[in-house]
């Protein structure tokens, strides 16, 4: 009995240091990748589209499953009118008209999918490339820090004067809904805009905390995979995938929670404006700004963060692999049991950020995984980050550091159809000693 009871002991032990070390990334006991994502969406062939959507939808809607559907140009949904699209429908973003998914203050977009049976949005080139078609926009009536709240007029091409009315954004409803998006892919969207940059997979502005965003997945964007410009949401197990720009931006007050979701980089697919897993900001221009209104602040759990590269050191040598992390000033993050892996460095903190206790208070890492990274955390422009280091590194933090190579790291990335990105058990070895380069 005392052996079975030391046994028993001794079983437990090893399965609380199993969950202990999993904890950190993306967790789940079940790789919940399975089954409705697609890394390989080039190889995917869809049925030819039997239906169109273009111009305005202004009464509620629903697109069956049952067909296919080309969206070309700016279609807008208007007028509080819902649309409906069913699980497994395939809409296929029209390239030469620049098509995009606009849903305005009071319309509703009900895009509940199924773990075998997704909704699926992509590219109608045979070829097809990142940037192909415009992508989602979202617009709510939640607030944001802009002076007068704010417009996406300038991300469509051949507006109509009487749509520019559909382009606004934000209000005072922090828990307004503006429906669910729950098992979506959303492919090679981002497409360039001449004079406004690139649109993105997926731009929220204004949403409220009603709003559900669960399982979406953003492969091969142009643009940012997600933007979030001010309102209130969660988003939960989003997944970006070779995206060209930032993974994750969020701006102009967002208030955001971002859980057990993963940004995996590839060093070879990169925008001139730079690109990276998270960008925190509290403004690009100042005068825009309202700063009696929350800034941004952006809570971060269980985020894994990967750069996929084979030749790391080359790779930052050629100037291909940047931070993981970068928060400008006026922006707030608290980012804990995340990994790290693989960048040059893992964070930047923007020069106009004085570090002293205030600020270190709103930005926070804790029980953080940094693996193989040219460095840890750094002022921008300052290569001496001595005193970050000591003050991240404490051991109050609980963060750990390695050099372990990403095939060691992670379950089983190099599975094309199938990879597993949770952290593998019990061949990380990690410290609390800073990590030296």
Known sequence: MKKFTLELLFFLFLMGSAFAQQEKGIIGVNNWLDNWTEFKPNQTDYREPNKILTGNINENTTLSKRDTYLLVGSVFVTNNATLTIEPGTVIIGDYASKASLTIT??????????????????????VKRAGDWGGITILGDAP??????????????DLNQSDYAYTNFGGNDAESCSGVLRYVRIEYAGKRVKGAGYLNGLLLAGVGSQTVF????????????????????????????????????????????LTNSLAVRSPYISSSEGSRCFQVLGFDEISEVDFSKPGTSVTAQNITMLNDSENLEGDIQQGLVNEAVYIGESASLN????????????????????????????????????????????????????????????SAFYNV?????????????????????RLQINKIIASHDVGTD
């Not at 009071?106 to 895009?111: K, P, Q, R």
């Open 144 to 157: 944001s820090n802009k002076f007068g709240n704010g417009s996406v007029a300038t991300f469509y091409s």
């Open 214 to 257: 669960d399982n979406i997945m953003l492969s091969y964007s142009g643009g940012d995979a997600i933007e979030v410009w001010g309102g209130n949401v969660t988003l939960d197990k989003i997944v970006s995938f070779r995206t060209s720009s930032n993974d994750f931006k969020f701006n102009y007050g967002a208030q955001c929670k």
């Open 335 to 394: 980012m804990e049991k995340g990994v790290i892996s693989g960048f040059n460095p893992a964070v930047i903190l923007q020069d106009k950020i004085n570090i002293n206790q205030e600020n270190l208070d709103k930005i926070k890492f804790t029980n953080m995984y940094f693996n193989n990274c040219n460095g840890n955390i750094f002022v921008e422009h300052n290569s001496n980050n001595e005193d970050l280091e000591n003050w991240y590194g404490n």
């Open 401 to 421: 550091y390695s050099k372990s190579h990403n095939a060691e790291t992670f379950i089983d990335i190099r599975n094309e159809r199938r990879p597993d990105y």
């Open 105 to 126: 203050k009071g319309a509703v977009l009900m895009a509940d999918g199924l773990e075998t049976d997704p909704i699926v949005f992509t590219s109608n080139r045979s």
